[in-house]
């Protein structure tokens, strides 16, 4: 009887260390694949504004956790972020845009919140090359 128990809390215990580092593993995950996405997608609205010759833009609205890409006013695509993260208030970018031909109406940051701290995604002036910083 005992020894059932120590071969069962030993389980318990191995068990809830790997789900423990099996979460932080998958946010983790989750954040890369995020920011993979909005690169692709900044790209797709730059390439777009070069292509058609069309203003994009792409916006964080006011809650923070998702973003959308626009071609003028008509909604192209609407994305969540992972839940853990959250476009900071102190972002000196809450969107960006592209004039006809692809050339970028803005520059700066965009700042996102996460459990593990802030991460930085620059976006500088000309034709909108855009670099992440951890």
């Known amino acids: 009887m ?16 790997v789900l423990l580092l099996t ?3 998958m946010k983790e995950m989750e954040e890369e694949r995020f920011y993979r996405q ?10 777009i504004s070069i292509t ?4 994009t833009h ?10 959308e890409g626009k071609i003028a006013d008509k909604l192209l695509f ?9 476009l900071s208030v102190d972002s000196t970018l809450k969107g960006i845009a592209f004039h006809p031909g692809g050339n970028v ?19 500088y002036i000309g034709r909108g090359v855009v670099n992440y910083e951890k």
């Open 2 to 17: 005992i020894e059932m128990l120590l071969v069962l809390s030993i389980v318990i215990v191995v068990s809830s260390s």
């Open 78 to 86: 609407e994305k969540e972020l992972p839940k853990h993260m959250r």
């Open 23 to 25: 979460s932080t593993k």
């Open 58 to 67: 792409l916006t964080f609205p006011a809650n923070r956790t998702k973003y």
């Open 105 to 123: 109406n803005d520059f700066g940051n965009f700042l996102f919140e996460t459990d593990k701290g802030e991460k930085r995604i620059t976006v």
């Open 52 to 55: 058609d010759y069309r203003y």
């Open 38 to 47: 909005l690169h692709l997608d900044i790209q797709r609205l730059q390439a």
